[in-house]
């Protein structure tokens, strides 16, 4: 049985800025990848899908900041992650053994014993790098949806092409749910949008990228053990943004403008038809003023920094609801076609026989740090700090990681019987 | 000492309700409430309900009284007016849990409030619960809640607060999204 210090599961950029780390302090490890270097980003996103950070916000440990000939203040697409991933595995000569699925993780008294589908690895740690949105989460009343209307996640969606022609339903208002809605409404097909709670952005803020802001401003370092409440700040919906080349701002109102019927949450479906909630305009008062409150961070910070450059304070206006939204929607007469459920993701940690799960299968951590010793947590919504979420935060995160897990290691050594002299 | 140093207090016990919530974590089931009102006919569309137990955090409890209620409808209904109209105990319903919730989510925010007056006021299509016409609801075609409020605050966080009120009432809730309901004779 081949053993390793530590065994690294997913080689995305989590998993490779873990690699890097760990290399650092010379502590022996591979990675294992179900399949080629960046899979998610190479099998699970949508056509017309960028990166919702600018390119000079890719920033992984030891990766040379030369080298690529991208616009630092353009959005990648797909291809160019996966490239940028590529590249960097190459360069940090990450340890990845590709097409290599882990079927089982658990505990021996060693530490672990990792197994794949061809071998067994001895691990000292682990490290879960295997993604938070392996999986769709689609609420219950999906089962309710009368037959005949094509129903996809935003996992499963590639592009408007995919649906039939005709009214479509799209789910969900953060990031995937605005954009989905979007190029969905504009290739023709006539979208209602399902609006619970969302996080309203602009894509830029008095003349900078608004990730320009929070990144200066200090909003991405905000650590987990600061916050006031933790669970929130981690399920909240991603930010109403989009990364295209003209810098658009896709909040609700701009899906109004082109023609986009706004509806509240996706309360239920009963007899045929849809039924939405009354909260919209809750739903969307809340937003507003969560964006005044940033806005308002933002702007304090650059006062208090002595920033200058930009483009004079502003408040966006309020977000315009139609006098009474729309409560139900026939389903069953053929009033919609086809159902987008943008409705949020959740990791597949089915493989993981370690008893570190709550009651509802989610991983319970201290910023990565499991109550298991020597099992590690990457690459999760708010991890360690706000800047968790993003490529961004990998850097840091696997720093503070690999340093309790080798804190770890010496501690396991020097519990370790002294060899006996003669 | 400043004024900022006056503890701020609404009345709400903040940390029992935190308190609450960590109990929960550590034993969801005593989460489970069933509320219970029961309901007599007195005579005409007069009837008097009375809420006196239900239960919760894992046994039964007891309102330290037993509150009665009267319903039925106005004169101008050819009623009455024993009590107020069984859509109006809606409204009574909204505004008591949207105040509770702005008391506590002041003191959790530290703002002290010196006075909360709500208005709540719905629209009503009497054709509907008539049956005069098929395309008009029984229900409230809508449902305002104005607010009044002087609070140690800016107009922003108190629209908060409001907002966050909403956002956590049971009644509000109700109110907005579909519950299923079952009646049963005996």
Same mark, same amino acid.
């Given at each position: !049985? ?60 030891? &990766? ?29 000569? *990450? ?17 672990? =014993? ?22 769709? #989460? ?18 499963? +969606?590639?592009?408007?092409? %995919? ?18 809605? #979007? ?5 023709? #097909? ?10 309203? !952005? ?11 802001? !929070?990144?200066?401003?200090?909003? =991405?370092?905000? &650590? ?15 930010? %109403? ?20 019927? =706004?509806?509240? &949450?996706?309360?239920?479906? #009963?007899?045929?038809?849809? %039924? ?10 809340? *937003? ?68 570190? =799960? ?17 099992? +590690? ?37 020097? %519990? ?7 | ?31 489970? @409430?069933? $509320?219970?009102?029961?309901?007599? $006919? ?26 009665? /209620? ?69 229900? @409230? ?5 104005? /607010? ?23 009644? /509000? ?14």
């Amino acid at each position: !049985m081949p053993k390793v210090t530590t065994v690294v599961i997913g080689a995305g950029h989590g998993g490779l800025a873990m690699s890097r780390c760990l290399t650092e302090r010379s502590i022996d490890h591979v990675v294992l990848e179900r399949g080629a270097v960046a899979n998610s980003w190479r099998t699970q996103r949508w056509d017309s899908f960028r990166l919702l950070t600018p390119t000079w916000m890719t920033r992984l440990p030891g &990766r040379s900041p030369t080298g690529s000939d991208d616009d630092p203040d353009g959005y990648l697409d797909t291809p160019g992650i996966v490239r940028l991933i590529d590249e960097y595995a190459a360069e940090i000569d *990450a340890p990845v053994r590709q097409n290599t699925a882990v079927t089982s993780v658990r505990p021996d008294e060693d530490g672990f =014993l990792v197994r794949t589908e061809h071998e067994v690895f001895g691990a000292r740690t682990v490290v879960l790098a295997s993604g938070a949105c392996n999986l769709p #989460r689609v609420p219950g009343i999906a089962g309710a949806v009368p037959p005949g209307i094509v129903s996809l996640t935003a996992l499963d +969606y590639r592009s408007p092409e %995919q649906l039939p022609e005709g009214a479509v339903l799209v789910v969900g208002a953060s990031s995937s749910g605005v954009q989905i809605a #979007r190029e969905v409404h504009r290739s023709g #097909r006539p979208v209602t949008l399902a609006v619970g709670e969302h996080v309203r !952005m602009p894509r830029r803020y008095r003349g900078r990228d608004i990730l320009w802001w !929070m990144d200066a401003s200090g909003v =991405l370092d905000e &650590r987990y053990d600061q916050i006031p409440d933790l669970p929130r700040a981690r399920a909240l919906p991603s930010m %109403q943004l989009v990364g295209s080349p003209d810098r658009v701002t896709v909040d609700l109102n701009a899906l109004t403008r082109i023609g986009v019927r =706004l509806a509240g &949450r996706l309360a239920g479906v #009963r007899d045929g038809r849809a %039924q939405f909630s009354g909260s919209l305009p809750n739903m969307t008062a809340l *937003a507003d003023l969560k964006l005044g409150r940033l806005l308002g961070t933002f702007d304090a910070w650059a006062a208090s920094a002595g920033f200058t450059g930009g483009e004079k304070v502003e408040r966006f206006a309020a977000t315009e609801l139609p006098a009474s939204p729309p409560l139900t929607l026939d389903l069953a007469g053929g009033g919609i076609r086809a159902i987008v459920w943008a409705t949020g993701f959740r990791p597949d940690l089915s493989w993981l026989d370690v008893p570190v =799960l709550d009651r509802k299968g989610r991983i319970v951590h201290d910023g990565g740090v499991t109550a298991w010793p020597g099992l +590690y947590l990457i690459g999760m919504p708010f991890l360690r700090r706000r800047r968790s979420s993003l490529i961004d935060g990998a850097a840091a995160d696997a720093r503070d990681l690999t340093r309790h897990l080798a804190n770890h290691l010496d501690a396991r050594r020097n %519990q370790d019987p002294e060899p006996i002299g003669d | 000492m400043t004024a900022t140093d006056v503890p701020v207090d609404n009345g709400v016990n903040v940390e029992a309700l935190l308190g609450a919530r960590d109990a929960l974590a550590e034993t969801p089931e005593i989460g489970q @409430f069933r $509320w219970r009102a029961v309901n007599t $006919w007195v005579k005409g569309t007069h009837s008097r309900s009375s809420v006196e137990t239900f239960h919760g955090f894992g046994a039964a409890q007891r309102h330290k009284t037993t509150y009665t /209620y009267d319903g039925d409808h106005p004169e101008a209904f050819a009623a009455e007016d024993n009590g107020v109209t069984p859509v109006e105990f809606v409204l009574v319903a909204l505004g008591s849990c949207l105040t509770a919730g702005v008391a506590a989510v002041a003191q959790q925010r530290q703002i002290q409030l010196r006075s909360v007056r709500a208005t709540v006021e719905a629209d009503m299509d009497l054709h509907g619960i008539l049956g005069a016409d098929p395309e008009v609801r029984n229900g @409230f075609s809508g449902v305002r809640v104005n /607010y009044e409020i002087d609070a140690d605050a800016s107009s922003e966080e108190i629209r908060a607060l409001v907002a966050q009120s909403q956002k956590r009432s049971a009644v /509000y809730d109700i109110l907005t999204n579909p519950t299923n309901v079952t009646v049963e004779v005996v």
